[in-house]
């Protein structure tokens, strides 16, 4: 059964600013369900196929070349509500390119797509809780949200731990965006908890001569609870 929704620190599955959310959340009282035996033990695709450079964006997508943009470093722990690492959890990343476009025949806005930057991966957190990835910073993008609507520059990540029920899905912010304050989706998370959503800048995670870092910590419940899409 889904633990109770922590509202002050995850968004309302309706919020009037994110116009999406109009049409597809739900007007009714949710329903709790037990889970079924498969959903709590079935394995997740994913834990047991990592290639290589899954979690390196700046290789796994090359055709001969070097891919356009910022590269920086994204790592962080995946902990619990006491701080208690979450080992083999399955993170995947996907991201808009440099340019603001994603690698998806659905993106119709105008940038160039890069042919070296196929924008998304994958790792498993160690026994200590610890993830990275290497990639490129994105780049912001219009969406027809409302008028002179732009996403700030962010990251999809998600979450899955031992079975399909235990997928969480959330984004990451860069510090400093000036798009964050016109953002309905980052807005629609309560004020309190938005920082949780902000990476830092680390230059103990920044590699010499090669990327700036940033580290993004996700709890996974409690009261410092990292806010959830859905």
């Known amino acids: 059964m889904m633990a109770d929704r922590d509202w002050n620190s995850q968004p309302p599955y309706i919020h009037e600013g994110y116009k999406s959310t109009v049409l597809r959340g739900p007007t009714k009282p949710l329903v709790p369900l ?41 790592a962080g722990r995946v902990v619990d509500e ?15 390119n440099a340019a603001g476009r994603y690698n998806h025949d659905i993106d119709r806005h105008d940038a ?5 930057f196929f924008g998304g991966g994958r790792c498993v957190t160690d026994a200590d809780g610890h993830y990275r990835f290497y990639t490129i910073k994105p780049g912001a993008y219009p969406w027809g ?21 235990t997928r969480l899905v959330t984004q990451m912010y860069f510090p400093g965006d000036p798009l964050l304050a016109l953002d309905p989706i980052f807005l629609g998370v309560p004020e309190g908890a938005r920082d949780r959503l902000v990476a830092a800048f680390d230059l103990a ?22 806010p959830m899409e859905g």
């Open 34 to 74: 037990k889970h079924t035996l498969s959903e709590r033990t079935g394995p997740v695709y994913g834990h047991d196929s990592l290639a290589e450079n899954d979690a390196d964006l700046t290789k796994n997508g090359r055709r001969g070349g070097e891919p356009i943009g910022e590269r920086i470093v994204v």
């Open 82 to 96: 006491g701080g208690r690492p979450v080992p083999g959890t399955l993170l995947e990343l996907w991201q808009a």
């Open 112 to 116: 160039p797509l890069d042919p070296n």
């Open 145 to 165: 949200n409302h008028a002179n609507g732009w996403r700030p520059n962010h990251l999809h990540f998600s979450l899955f731990g031992p079975s399909i029920a």
């Open 205 to 226: 995670i920044t590699e010499p001569d090669f990327a700036l870092g940033y580290r993004f910590d996700i709890v996974l419940n409690g009261r410092s609870q990292t």
